[in-house]
């Protein structure tokens, strides 16, 4: 913005606010050195003065609304980046909790399986003993019934 030096921008604010106050100025402020030597400014080109700079009003006023807006667009987006990152640290935070809950319930069942297979192997033990006490007890009848024989 080789045109908005300070000076500058204190000239389109004051013309931003003249603008909005419906007072009526030309397309052009002229920045020009006065016959005492000062820098001044005026919306009527100066007769005998040395003009430093001439602005275009419109193109400043369009150009600033253009900036402004994009200032705007800007804090809108950095607002609405900033809630979906609170939003999205409050989703893993839930997720984290969830997980560690379902952890919980996974560990139990993980532990119910195998206090489960412990009892099968238990009960194959048990039921490996009945079968063995079950042939050793059709053995000694088939050895009495042998011996009656």
């Known amino acids: 913005?080789?045109?908005?030096?300070?000076?500058?921008?204190?000239?389109?604010?004051?013309?931003?606010?003249?603008?909005?106050?419906?007072?009526?100025f030309s397309d052009e402020i002229y920045k020009y050195i006065d016959e005492?030597?000062?820098?001044?400014?005026?919306?009527?080109?100066?007769?005998?003065?040395?003009?430093?700079?001439?602005?275009?009003?419109?193109k400043l006023i369009n150009k600033a609304s253009v900036i402004n807006g994009a200032a705007l667009q800007s804090e809108?987006?950095?607002?609405?980046?900033?809630?979906?990152?609170?939003?999205?640290?409050?989703?893993?935070?839930n997720r984290k909790k969830t997980?560690?809950?379902?952890?919980?319930?996974?560990?139990?069942i993980q532990n119910q399986r195998l206090q489960g297979l412990k009892n099968l192997t238990d009960g194959k033990a048990t039921l490996n003993t009945r079968v063995s006490n079950n042939k050793k007890i059709k053995d000694a009848i088939r050895r009495i019934i042998e011996k009656q024989e």
């Open 1 to 24: 913005m080789n045109i908005m030096s300070k000076a500058g921008l204190k000239i389109l604010v004051l013309l931003i606010v003249f603008f909005n106050s419906n007072i009526c």
């Open 36 to 58: 005492h030597g000062n820098v001044s400014y005026s919306s009527l080109a100066p007769k005998n003065a040395k003009i430093l700079q001439t602005v275009n009003v419109k």
């Open 76 to 93: 809108k987006i950095k607002a609405i980046t900033k809630e979906l990152t609170k939003s999205r640290i409050k989703r893993n935070e």
């Open 99 to 108: 997980n560690e809950s379902y952890q919980d319930e996974i560990t139990l």
